[in-house]
């Protein structure tokens, strides 16, 4: 696709499951990035892959979250043992590494832990 | 650490008047980003902007960066309804902190009829 593709749009899950959530950047982008937002908050820095190199992943918050990217492409986050405040859009974000280059955004997975 | 700040959190403000949203941020770096959101969507890019009085316009929003003051700003004129909407300015940052892109507060801008 054109775009950066996000699976599933929606999920609703029991507290204590786990969860994973599918990003499929733009064709060709060798960075991407993984974006929470709870509502009507900003957007909380989770997770920076970049080709080969060891992703940043300084901005996850606790030992349940996880993320791989393989191939260098499709990126998966993984959030074990789903608590409420896990509750937010997770938003997953692509471009090429070069200065200057848009950063695009999908159109985010809503995830609801009940 | 890089912070961002915006200011105002919330504009209201009267179609056909000009306003103008801030962008603070706390480390040298030379990659600012501006967003718009509208509710329930993702995030639609506006500006890259990449160095030092840089400026860019598009419709009624232009954007610059004064990479001194560690400022940038967008700047609204004669607004518009469909202008309604969230922004969010982006900071790259600097040196150790290159990897992330740091967000804003956001400034939800309503433009009343």
């Known amino acids: 696709g054109a775009g950066v593709s996000q699976s599933p749009s929606n999920k609703v899950t029991e507290k204590g499951k786990d969860v994973e959530l599918r990003c499929d950047p733009i064709?060709?982008?060798?960075?991407l990035y993984w974006y929470r937002q709870s509502l009507g908050q900003g957007l909380e820095f989770l997770i920076y892959?970049?080709?080969?190199?060891?992703?940043?992943k300084s901005g996850l918050p606790s030992d349940r979250f996880s993320a791989e990217r393989t191939g260098g492409s499709v990126s998966t986050l993984t959030i074990q043992r789903t608590q409420q405040e896990d509750s937010a859009v997770y938003l997953c974000?692509?471009?090429?590494?070069?200065?200057?280059?848009?950063?695009?955004f999908g159109e985010g997975s809503w995830l609801t832990v009940v | 650490e890089l912070k961002v700040e915006q200011n105002p959190l919330f504009l209201s403000m009267q179609e056909g008047k000009n306003y103008t949203i801030y962008c603070n941020y706390s480390?040298?770096?030379?990659?600012l980003y501006w967003y718009r959101q509208d509710p329930g969507k993702s995030l639609e890019s506006l500006f890259v902007?990449?160095?030092?009085?840089a400026v860019k316009q598009e419709g009624r929003l232009m954007a610059s960066l004064d990479t001194k003051a560690r400022l940038s700003t967008l700047h609204i004129t004669a607004a518009v309804h469909d202008l309604s909407a969230t922004y969010f300015c982006?900071?790259?940052?600097?040196?150790?902190?290159?990897?992330?892109?740091?967000f804003g507060t956001g400034t939800l801008l309503a433009v009343q009829p």
């Open positions: 974000a692509s471009s090429y590494v070069l200065s200057g280059n848009t950063i695009y």
């Open positions: 064709s060709g982008h060798t960075a």
């Open positions: 892959f970049q080709g080969n190199s060891a992703p940043d």
């Open positions: 480390t040298t770096s030379d990659r």
């Open positions: 902007l990449l160095s030092n009085g």
């Open positions: 982006a900071v790259k940052g600097y040196g150790g902190a290159t990897n992330k892109l740091i």
